[in-house]
Nanobody, 117 residues
């Protein structure tokens, strides 16, 4: 099994930056890819960005392209989401997700990001 713990959320003004971290533990060797999702109040959860564990492939949703960047540090078993030029519509609970080679899925507990003046 894989366990995930997110950190780095908070309150930031429009135009500001935050970096989210997702630390993985447990069956690290089984991880195939990791991603960041978000869920705003009253809306469905949506994908923000994803990356293969070897870093060879990355995806960013159109709504965050050019502002957010996903990366990973395998030595620390951690995936990051650098968020720049934040907008009020980026306000949501951000979740980290791991997918294993056997297609098992693990979710973190979520971290709140609020963009407001």
């Amino acid at each position: 099994q894989v366990q995930l713990v997110e950190s780095g959320g908070g309150l930031v003004q429009p135009g500001g930056s935050l970096r989210l971290s997702c630390a993985a533990s447990g069956s690290i060797a089984s991880i195939d890819a990791m991603g960041w999702y978000r869920q705003a109040s009253g809306k469905e959860r949506e994908i923000v960005a994803s990356i293969t564990w070897n870093g060879a492939w990355r995806y960013h949703a159109d709504s965050v392209k050019g502002r957010f960047s996903i990366s990973r540090d395998n030595a620390k078993n951690t995936v990051y989401l650098q968020m720049n030029s934040l907008k009020p519509e980026d306000t949501a609970v951000y979740y980290c997700k791991a997918t294993t080679a056997s297609r098992a899925i693990a979710w973190g507990q979520g971290t709140q990001v609020t963009v407001s003046s």
